[in-house]
């Protein structure tokens, strides 16, 4: 089924500028698509928003050349349903960004989601009425939907940011974002083409557009440590093992550090001899794990992360031949791990080939973009195709592209000024019913976030299930508790290196952001029992507030008469 051409009968549903809903889902990518089956199972009226125009959040969008997931295929998937595991084949051991979107466009399909999801729509405020205890959720098309809970499922690497570059807009050639790739194929034949960034996107994206390309420049201004992917295509007897054993592997995925099953570490760097360090390293290498995995310390102490990487930059001079571009590709000025470990097909070998240049711009900046390519302080360089790898304003930046105005006018504009504030990374002081998928302070992206997604999403639904059962109007985070989590996700930080980084967890990446360390590094299982806990002990640092009966509106009607129905 072509998923844009469902949009025609949901963009504006029989011409309504406003609708009344129990909840309101903004996003409709993994963590919105499963938060609509949710709803329906504890009998919510519920609706999807989606500024795209077809399903899959973040795979929607970005579709670059070279796309692989740095989570393997039978983790990055739903567990919710056994059937849905069995019948779905997964073909390579990472999966490739059209597979991941195919699954997801299967599972909306398979789940009867469409139907409850408004594509090409984008949302660009919500209203807190607190006479109402309601939202009211503000489209770019001047309609408006009256909601009395809102899930922000609006990912944490769903709004790219470009650089503020003199000149862009006078280019002559086509200028590409990796984060908002065209769905048609781009043709790179016989073009000159340049690259800016090297993060994820700029590391796969470069093999392959250099296949094809009559040269590619790469402005690097710093290197990222990646390590080979090693992807291959499964075979029948792991699809049919791993199929065998899915609850077991889910259930050990819940309760791991990061939601996935690499081999834990076991003890220090420090405590294992040069020859025994060497052959660990190099095990992960050609499985393609990270190596940062390794060994206990690696993320603590300095001298212990050194080691690795100086394992991983030997290993990029063995395989660039040019000394100088080797010299420029292992200036990582960070500790290894602290940015994102980046999973790549190819990417130093590319390095070797006569059409491929590396542009140091911390050397010499870029100054200009003119009609035919990229001024640097040193030199210009000719390029018809000029891509932008440039990443996302992550984790925040899609929350604060909306104007959210929660109690007395408070703005989370405004709350976050100096850096985002949430409760356990699920809700926020001063936003009552508003809750935030992998919101900052969870594990979030330091995570397989289908793990950290289903987590979130079952928690939600069963505080609402909770709040129908107790006849409960609101819920809000305590500005206490609120603070408390803030302090120890900050603490848990300190601990480790990730804060000396000037990474896209810190917000460094944005000019102006605040730079703060916003993912909990604590890991899946603890947080989960964390989360668990404040279950157990009463919902500890929410508050919550009756219904009025004297007031019942058409969703707290709706709830009432589900809640009777499930009780026959």
Request: proline share 6%; aromatic share 10%.
């Amino acid at each position: 089924m072509d998923m844009a051409s469902s949009t025609a009968t949901r963009d504006a549903p029989d011409g309504d500028s406003a609708l009344v809903k129990d909840l309101v889902i903004v996003g409709a990518g993994p963590a919105g698509l499963y938060q609509l089956y949710k709803a329906r199972e504890i009998g919510l009226d519920a609706v999807v928003v989606e500024r795209g125009g077809g399903v899959g959040g973040t795979w929607y969008w970005n579709r670059y050349p070279g796309l692989v997931v740095d989570a393997p295929s039978f983790d990055y998937s739903y567990s919710f349903s056994p059937e849905l595991e069995q019948e779905w084949e997964w073909s390579t051991w990472y999966p490739s960004q059209p597979e991941v979107l195919s699954y997801l466009e299967h599972v909306a399909e398979r789940f009867d989601l469409l139907k409850d999801i408004r594509l090409n729509t984008a949302v660009v405020g919500a209203q807190w009425q607190a006479d109402e205890g309601r939202w009211v959720v503000e489209l770019a098309d001047g309609g408006t939907i009256s909601t009395r809970f809102c899930v922000m499922a609006t990912g944490c690497l769903s709004e790219p940011r470009a650089p503020e570059i003199d000149g862009v807009d006078t280019f002559a050639g086509r200028v590409l974002h990796t984060g908002t790739w065209p769905h048609e194929a781009v043709d790179f034949v016989g073009k000159r083409v340049g690259i800016v960034g090297t993060g994820s996107s700029g590391v796969q994206t470069l093999p392959v557009v250099a296949q094809t390309a009559a040269s590619v420049t790469l402005f690097q201004r710093t290197p990222g440590f990646s390590v080979p992917a090693r992807n291959r295509p499964l075979t029948e007897e792991e699809t049919a093992e791993v199929k065998a054993t899915y609850r077991a592997r889910r259930e050990q995925t819940r309760h791991s550090p990061g939601g996935l099953l690499f081999p834990p570490a076991e003890k220090s760097v420090f405590e294992a001899t040069p020859e025994e360090r060497q052959a660990r390293f190099e095990r992960y290498w050609e499985l393609g794990w990270p190596v940062t995995l390794t060994y206990t310390d690696v993320s603590t102490d300095k001298a212990a992360n050194d080691i690795v990487a100086d394992f991983v930059r030997s290993k990029i001079r063995e395989i660039v031949q040019d000394p100088e571009r080797a010299d420029l590709l292992t200036r990582q000025d960070y500790p290894i791990g602290t940015k994102r470990i980046i999973l790549d097909t190819n990417y130093y070998d590319t390095f070797n080939r006569d059409n491929v240049d590396l542009v140091d711009v911390r050397t010499t900046p870029i100054v200009s973009i003119d009609r035919d390519g990229v001024n640097t302080t040193d030199a210009h360089y000719d390029v018809d195709i000029l891509i932008f790898a440039t990443g996302f304003d992550a984790i925040t930046g899609a929350l604060l592209a909306m104007d959210i105005v929660g109690e007395q006018g408070v703005r989370l504009r405004d709350e976050w000024a100096a850096g985002p504030r949430t409760y356990l990374g699920l809700s926020v002081a001063h936003f009552p019913n508003l809750f935030l998928a992998t919101g900052p302070g969870s594990p979030s992206v330091i995570s397989n976030v289908f793990v950290s997604i289903e987590q979130h999403i079952e928690w939600f639904s069963d505080l609402f299930a909770h709040m129908r059962d107790h006849n409960l109007a609101t819920v809000v985070a305590t500005v206490d508790a609120q603070d408390d989590w803030v302090s120890t996700v900050n603490a848990v930080a300190a601990r480790t290196l990730y804060p000396t980084a000037a990474s896209w967890y810190m917000g460094a990446n944005v000019p102006g952001k605040p730079r703060v360390f916003m993912p909990f590094l604590g890991g899946v299982g603890n947080y989960r029992k964390i989360c668990d806990e404040v279950v157990t002990d009463g919902y500890r640092g929410f508050v919550f507030e009756p219904l009025d009966a004297q007031v019942p509106d058409e969703a707290t009607a709706r709830v009432a008469d589900a809640t009777t129905a499930a009780a026959r």
